[in-house]
């Protein structure tokens, strides 16, 4: 083989290594960004769901009314039952 061709094979597959690592790279931050997503949806369902929990029944007017949407929202944002 030709020096000249055996130094362009060389720099192709220099390249695909290089792409390789760049998709690898790649492929971890969106598997971490993905982690991070998910860890921060389950603080967010366990807020509410302790918003869920609290007796609302304390309340009155027009108070009573605002906590009663705002857990109808979130009821209907994580597929709970709400009864209410």
Known sequence: ???AAKESQQRFRL???KLRV???EKDARVALMRRQQQALDEQEKAVDL??????HTIYQEPMLQL?????????ARWG???PF
């Open 50 to 55: 302790e918003f869920m929990m609290k007796d």
């Open 1 to 3: 083989m030709r020096p």
């Open 15 to 17: 390249r695909e290594e």
């Open 67 to 75: 906590i009663l949407d705002r857990k109808r929202e979130i009821a």
């Open 22 to 24: 760049l998709q690898e």
């Open 80 to 82: 709970w039952h709400c």
